[in-house]
Nanobody, 126 residues
């Protein structure tokens, strides 16, 4: 089970931090091989990859559109993933989803992630 929260309204240039709490037997059993990721979806657009992190190694990956502005991290003890979003732009407005898979490497295709949390809306005013 994944629970995402932290969205809200922010002015362009501002910051927000999203959180995603992971729970359940599957995550606890395979925690060392978990991959967690953030995707986002704007109205009329496909859901796109934003960032991903390996739970065991901490290796990260970012889309070009957020690289240098967003930072993904995790707290192993709390089974929680974060997305620190700085220098937000109006085009970052979207519903942000956290997703997970229990094996493999970080992937950018949403079809590779069988577990999804509910979305949290990020609105950036210009």
């Amino acid at each position: 089970q994944l629970q995402a929260f932290g969205g809200g309204l922010v002015q362009a240039g501002g910051s927000l931090r999203l959180s995603c709490a992971a729970s359940g037997r599957a995550f606890s059993t395979y925690v060392s091989s978990n991959i967690l990721a953030w995707f986002r979806q704007s109205p009329g657009k496909e859901r796109e990859f934003v960032s991903g992190i390996s739970w065991s190694s901490g290796r990260t990956q970012y889309s070009d559109s957020v690289k240098g502005r967003f930072t993904i991290s995790r707290d192993n003890g709390k089974n929680t993933m974060y997305l620190q979003m700085n220098s937000l732009k109006p085009e970052d407005r979207a519903v942000y989803y956290c997703a997970a898979k229990l094996s493999g490497d970080i992937g950018t295709m949403k079809s590779n992630y069988p577990y999804w949390g509910q979305g949290t809306l990020v609105t950036v005013s210009s």
